[in-house]
Every structure is written in C-alpha cells, then in structure tokens.
C-alpha cells in the first residue's frame, strides 16, 4: 500500500522560508511524476509544482522563481523549497502521486505578520 506523508509545514512570517518534504513509503518516487498542491482557506486547489518523469520541473506562476520542487530517490521524498513566501501562499499543501493516484493528508502552512 503506497502511502505519502507531508512534513514541514508551519507559520512563517511574508518573505521566510519554509522547506516541505513528501515521504513516500511502499512504492518508489524515481522515473514517475510528482506533484504538490495546494489548497487555500477559501478550498480551491491548485497544482503549483510537478516534478515529471524525466526530472522536468514545472511550476505556476503564482510561485515561478520562488518555489523549487526537488526528488531524492534515497530518500524516497519530494520536496518543496518555498522562499519569499506571501501571505497568499497560506494553504495545505498536498503531495500527489500520480502513478498510484495517491495523495497524502497535507500540512498546513500560514504566512502571516
């Protein structure tokens, strides 16, 4: 059973950073595409960084330049490096596998003064 767990996730006052990590246990991150999501208080989701199979990343462009999606085989996790955070980025960002169609619970990040 494949399962995903998010980690790192907090408050953190406009312009810090904050680094999420996505374990994934009972199926490998490598050669498959990842995602993170992210859903706001107001429950709309939206997809803000894929990692594709062939190690392309992409990102929205609400986060282009300050978010950095990243894969560790040896570790089996996908990150979220999340810098220069706004107060719109406030949410509970998912991780989403798309080979097994699996997500995880989320943690919670609050940008805010």
């Known amino acids: 059973q494949v399962q995903l767990v998010e980690s790192g996730g907090g408050l953190v006052q406009p312009g810090g950073s904050l680094r999420l990590s996505c374990a994934v246990s009972?199926?490998?991150?490598?050669?498959?595409?990842l995602r993170w999501y992210r859903q706001t208080p107001e429950k709309q989701r939206d997809l803000i960084a894929t990692m594709s199979a062939n190690d392309v990343p992409d990102y929205s462009d609400s986060v282009k330049g300050r978010f950095t999606i990243s894969r560790d085989a040896a570790k089996n996790t996908v990150d979220l490096q999340m810098n220069s955070l706004k107060p719109e980025d406030t949410g509970v960002y998912y991780c989403?596998?798309?080979?097994?169609?699996?997500r995880g619970p989320g943690t919670q990040v609050i940008v805010s003064p």
């Open positions: 009972g199926g490998g991150v490598s050669s498959t595409t």
């Open positions: 989403y596998m798309t080979r097994f169609n699996k």
